[in-house]
């Protein structure tokens, strides 16, 4: 299970202009704002884009300035694998060790879509077995019962981070992870496809 809400895609119009620096080609420039105010590029712009965006990473630096920001909640088995990619990303993720015992465990708090139903039945019971160790720690504050809790937690409990990250980033992650046997990688990859330009500056070519 993998939830991506609140996307947020920032800074293409200096991105672009900062493109035609090395050339100085600045009045060839033809994007601008639509009527929503989505920055869209002109045919010009775009054309250069995916020219340096084709080039390779030394070319296309520019979409290093292409911001996103978007709020993700997975399980901790993808956050694992999502760390990799650590060069120019930053989260603020829900506190575990701070906030593990502040309500009750719930079902849904787990991705449990790919369970088989003996899987499900023993995720039911260590729910059940969390919830009795969390009132417990609630009521009693020992420590031991709140290392239960964090030692016991399976790894198909599901965290939400605010993250950011830039368009070199999501090439980087496309590519390599667009044919991964995880669902919530197929997943992430069609929410890349849906950003501004994704099939011309993340998706298209190679790395």
């Known amino acids: 299970m993998i939830k991506l809400e609140r ?22 420039m033809d994007s601008g704002y639509d009527e929503e105010g989505n920055y869209c590029l002109g045919p010009n712009d775009l054309d250069l884009a995916v020219r340096l965006r084709n080039a390779g990473s030394d070319h296309r630096k520019f979409i290093r300035q292409i911001f996103v920001s978007v709020d993700i909640t997975a399980p901790i088995y993808w956050w694992k694998e999502y760390d990799t990619y650590k060069v120019a990303t930053v989260a603020n993720s829900t506190s575990t060790m701070h906030k593990i015992h502040s309500r009750p465990f719930e079902l849904d708090d787990f991705s449990h879509d790919h369970l088989t139903e003996t899987g499900l039945k023993i995720l039911k019971g260590l729910i059940k077995e969390l919830e009795e160790i969390r009132l417990r720690y609630v009521a009693e ?67």
């Open 141 to 207: 504050k020992k420590k031991e019962d709140w290392y239960d809790l964090i030692q016991l937690l399976p790894s198909g409990y599901n965290q939400m981070r605010t993250c950011t990250l830039n368009y070199e980033t999501l090439v980087n992650i496309y590519h390599a992870r667009k044919n991964h046997k995880l669902e919530e990688w197929h997943s992430f990859c069609r929410w890349i496809e849906t950003l501004p330009y994704a099939g011309e500056l993340i998706a298209g070519g190679g790395l």
């Open 7 to 28: 996307t947020s895609v920032m800074n293409l119009e200096n991105a672009m202009r900062g493109a035609r620096n090395p050339m100085n080609s600045w009045a060839r």
